[in-house]
């Protein structure tokens, strides 16, 4: 897969696991877990590059008696999955047509 096109499906997915609840790295690795696999490191990469993009904040809370980073979905983050949304109806119909090897109907 295009390198910048997993980025973009990876961004959108990583936002979408805290857009209803705050959450922190294991969690947001397994709640993708069943449609898409995450590494530790490419996470974190992914949550710091959507943290300088405004998409999301991070805070720290103690849990367990350990201070524990949670992540929480930005309007510029809810923006987002909503822009991804809609462009996906474009990604749909290049698709089709590629697997259709071009040929109209």
């Known amino acids: 897969m295009d390198a910048q096109l997993k980025r973009g499906l990876l961004d959108v997915c990583v936002l979408t696991a805290i857009k209803t609840e705050d959450s922190y ?4 690795i397994k709640d993708t877990k069943p449609y898409v696999e995450l590494s530790e490191s490419t996470l974190y990469t992914i949550l710091k ?5 405004k998409m999301l904040t991070v805070y720290t809370a103690i849990h ?3 201070l524990r980073k949670y992540y929480r979905i930005t309007q510029n983050g809810i923006n987002r999955i909503n822009e991804f949304k809609k462009e996906w109806d474009e990604v749909i119909s290049v698709y089709q047509f590629i697997i259709k090897e071009g040929k109209k109907q």
């Open 49 to 53: 590059r959507l943290e300088n993009a």
């Open 25 to 28: 790295g294991y969690k947001i």
């Open 64 to 66: 367990g008696g350990r």
